[in-house]
């Protein structure tokens, strides 16, 4: 049975999702029988020796984690090592002053414009967290942009219709609005889903699958 720890830390905007969330992904371990989950509000199972007792770290977190320099680095060498790396919505506004963390997960929150029912578009449907989508579909989410990404460093899987928003408000010149995307980093695969603001998501099959053979696949659990 693999162990996946789930840190749900607020060093900045605290999300009412995240309660919602801790059960979502535990029920998700325990019903497919294929992991466990340790989920918790501190970061003090980032360090060294307790990190070697999981095969896979969740990250739904946003600001400057309190810790060390030294957990820092020990944290991305587990990754870089082949420990797999999970991150939901808020994980990319998280360690700004940390620009490795940003490489490994893609890039980082710049805005959040459209917070609304858009329409987003499956970019990649073969792959196990999109393969039971349509090719698109509305939801209601807050739609994250980034900075210091590129689809040039990732694959991205889900990405918006920009006819569905209005663009002038959007924040990249490239109107290159991903939502989820995946990687290696290192000997690791990287899985980010930017969707999740909203409680009532968290209770949806859809997206419950979806993040589910998102954390399968970057366990190397579902190919």
């Given at each position: 049975?693999?162990?996946?720890?789930?840190?749900?830390?607020?060093?900045?905007?605290?999300?009412?999702?995240?309660?919602?969330?801790?059960?979502?992904?535990?029920?998700?371990?325990?019903?497919?029988?294929l992991?466990?989950?340790?989920?918790?509000?501190?970061?003090?199972?980032?360090?060294?020796?307790?990190?070697?007792?999981?095969?896979?770290?969740?990250?739904?977190?946003?600001?400057?984690?309190?810790?060390?320099?030294?957990?820092?680095?020990?944290?991305?060498?587990?990754?870089?090592?082949?420990k797999?790396?999970?991150?939901?919505?808020?994980?990319?506004?998280?360690?700004?002053?940390?620009?490795e963390?940003?490489?490994?997960?893609?890039?980082?929150?710049?805005?959040?414009?459209?917070?609304?029912?858009?329409?987003?578009?499956?970019?990649?449907?073969?792959?196990?967290?999109?393969?039971?989508?349509?090719?698109?579909?509305?939801?209601?989410?807050?739609?994250?942009?980034?900075?210091?990404?590129?689809?040039?460093?990732?694959?991205?899987?889900?990405?918006?219709?920009?006819?569905?928003?209005?663009?002038?408000?959007?924040?990249?010149?490239?109107?290159?609005y991903a939502?989820?995307?995946?990687?290696?980093?290192?000997?690791?695969?990287?899985?980010?889903?930017?969707?999740?603001?909203?409680?009532?998501?968290?209770?949806?099959?859809?997206?419950?699958?979806?993040?589910?053979?998102?954390?399968?696949?970057?366990?190397?659990?579902?190919?």
């Amino acid at each position: 049975m693999k162990r996946l720890l789930m840190v749900t830390h607020s060093a900045g905007y605290k999300h009412d999702y995240l309660p919602t969330a801790r059960e979502v992904v535990t029920m998700l371990g325990r019903r497919s029988g294929l992991f466990e989950v340790v989920a918790t509000d501190e970061c003090d199972l980032l360090n060294k020796e307790d990190l070697k007792r999981f095969d896979a770290i969740l990250f739904a977190t946003t600001g400057e984690l309190p810790i060390s320099e030294e957990q820092r680095q020990d944290f991305i060498e587990s990754i870089r090592n082949g420990k797999a790396f999970i991150g939901v919505h808020n994980a990319t506004d998280t360690f700004y002053t940390f620009p490795e963390y940003g490489r490994m997960i893609g890039g980082y929150f710049m805005a959040h414009p459209w917070n609304q029912v858009v329409t987003v578009k499956v970019e990649d449907p073969t792959h196990p967290s999109t393969r039971h989508l349509p090719r698109s579909f509305r939801v209601k989410e807050e739609i994250y942009t980034f900075k210091d990404w590129s689809r040039d460093r990732t694959h991205v899987l889900i990405s918006l219709d920009n006819s569905s928003v209005d663009l002038s408000k959007g924040t990249r010149e490239d109107n290159d609005y991903a939502l989820c995307w995946c990687h290696n980093y290192g000997k690791a695969r990287v899985f980010y889903t930017g969707f999740g603001h909203y409680k009532e998501i968290w209770h949806q099959e859809w997206f419950q699958k979806h993040l589910l053979n998102g954390i399968l696949w970057a366990m190397r659990l579902i190919e």
